[in-house]
Each structure stands twice: as C-alpha cells, then as structure tokens.
Nanobody, 123 residues
Framework: QVQLVESGGGLVQAGGSLKLSCAAS????????VGWFRQAPGKEREFVAS????????GYADSVKGRFTISRDNAKNTVYLQMNSLKPEDTAVYYC????????????????WGQGTQVTVSS
C-alpha cells in the first residue's frame, strides 16, 4: 500500500507560481510511475504530468508544457510539480497518483491517489 498526501495548493494571481508536493508513505515509489492529474468543476479528470521513478523520464500535457515541471526527491519520497505562468484555466483540484503498470497518462491505470489540493488562479 502507498499513501499519498498532496500539499502546496492555494490562491494565486494569473502569471504567478505555485509548487505542489506529493509525499508518499508506506511502500516506496521505486519502479512506480507518479503522475499529477487535475479536475475542474464539471470536467473530467485530466492528465497533467508524470515521471518514471526509475529513469526520471517525464511527460506533460500540451496545455502545461513549458510552464510546469515535475521532479522528484528520492531521499524524501516526494514528487513535486512546479507551476509557473499560471492561467485561470489551470484552476482545479490537483491530485497525485502512482501505479506499477507503466501507463503514464491514463487515470484509470493509477492505483493509488492522494486526496487532492485546490489550486485557484484569479484573473
């Protein structure tokens, strides 16, 4: 079992930055894919970014590429999402999740989820 806890959300003006954290407890992240997803009111949960624990390969949704950066700290068992140049359309609840299947962008493939953290970007 893996327990995931997100933090770092909040209210920020358009153009600002936030850094989200996803801390894991229980089994380690080794050999897992860790992803960030988000869900806005009335919309489906969508992929944001992912990182492979073994080789640090990363992937991003087109909507955030160049603005968001996913990274990890092995020693702290934590994955981060640095979000720059935030836009009102980035407003959503952000979730981290992990899986061992190797699928990195499909929410249904992820086994463990955090409780989410709210990000609100004002215009």
């Amino acid at each position: 079992q893996v327990q995931l806890v997100e933090s770092g959300g909040g209210l920020v003006q358009a153009g600002g930055s936030l850094k989200l954290s996803c801390a894991a407890s229980g089994r380690t992240f080794s050999w897992y894919v860790v992803g960030w997803f988000r869900q806005a009111p009335g919309k489906e949960r969508e992929f944001v970014a992912s990182i492979w624990w073994g080789d640090r390969n990363t992937g991003y949704a087109d909507s955030v590429k160049g603005r968001f950066t996913i990274s990890r700290d092995n020693a702290k068992n934590t994955v981060y999402l640095q979000m720059n140049s935030l836009k009102p359309e980035d407003t959503a609840v952000y979730y981290c999740a992990c899986n061992t299947d190797g699928v990195s962008r499909v929410a249904s493939a992820f086994d463990y989820w955090g409780q989410g953290t709210q990000v609100t970007v004002s215009s």
